[in-house]
């Protein structure tokens, strides 16, 4: 009867420092995801004087497409809601390149350039 408790004792002791574990690595994950969102900004261009044609316009649309799903994948992280096959800050970090690549595409220049 006491050796039952105390592996009742020990399965739940350890089960709460598994989630204790996770909850930090999340939120690690989550800091550094929300870190380089902030980077998601296209700096020295100037919408009126950008040509209009048809790949501007795909570059300027990608980047609020791009920037709106990162925003919602963060939220969704948040919720608990996240249905993604890689660790959100690496989900974050291929989209920061293709919005990187929109925002150098229409004459821009990162900040961290």
């Known amino acids: 009867m006491l ?3 105390v592996m009742k ?3 739940l002791f350890s089960s709460l420092i598994l989630l204790t574990g996770c909850s930090f690595g999340s939120s690690a994950e ?3 995801a929300e870190k380089l969102f902030s980077q998601f900004e296209c ?3 100037e919408s009126t004087q950008i040509t209009h044609s048809d ?3 795909y570059h300027q649309q990608s980047l609020g497409a791009t920037k709106a799903k ?5 939220e969704n992280y948040k919720d608990g ?3 993604l096959d890689m660790p959100l800050d690496e989900v974050v970090a291929q989209q920061y390149q293709l919005y990187k690549a929109a925002c150098e595409s ?3 220049i990162s900040p961290d350039e």
């Open 106 to 108: 229409l004459g821009g």
């Open 43 to 45: 700096n020295n261009i």
């Open 81 to 83: 809601e996240a249905e």
């Open 70 to 74: 990162v925003r919602s994948y963060i």
């Open 3 to 5: 050796h039952e408790k």
């Open 30 to 32: 989550l800091k550094r």
């Open 9 to 11: 004792i020990l399965a």
């Open 55 to 57: 790949i501007n316009t």
